[in-house]
């Protein structure tokens, strides 16, 4: 069986927050997913924790490389994927809800776009959750105001592709990967995307909360 959705996760001592996160993965609706989980050199407890998900999930796939960066195990995920759609998540990131790459992939394949995509929330120590606004300056994009088409063009997201689902040939065809940078991976990301998308829309909704930052 093809994955719907293959779920990209780069590990790098993560252990903090690896099982909250790989949780929310897990217990997600759309049940046709891998979860690539990329160990990048970790040197505490993340391997053995990515080992006992693997053993009790078998969806969950394991890659082991020595220390690279995020960018290039985000890339060796890409590479290794099988899904019809590619979707990313840190793993001191959080899913908000079961239903969010269920909801993303009925909406890509209903309005038969290769990208599709949400909203962004943070989550503090306290539990609430903040959605941004004017006063989060560049941050402000996170937010779609409606659902509908919108065109890369006309929209300018240069951080967040974590709140997207990619079809995967897009990606391939199109050799998008992350640089090797240490910060600012995304603007290089979307910016590829965005001219293999030419004038093509995606399909963003304000209705799917995808990411829920940890701070």
Sequence with gaps: MIPFVSVIVPVYNAEKYLR????????QSLREIEIICVDDGSTDASPAVLAEYAARD???RVITQENAGVGPARNAGIRAARGEFVAFIDPDDLLPDESAYEALYLWAKEKRVRV???GVCSLANDGRRYFPDASWGSNVDQTFPRDGFMRFAEWQFD????RYIFERRLLLDNEIFFPPYI????PVFCARAAVALGGVPLHATAEVQVVLEVE
Excluded: K
């Design 20 to 27: 909250e996160c790989l949780d929310s993965v897990i217990d």
């Design 116 to 118: 599709c995509g949400g």
């Design 183 to 186: 910060r600012y991976q995304d």
């Design 58 to 60: 078998s969806r969950v």
């Design 159 to 162: 951080y967040g592709f974590y």
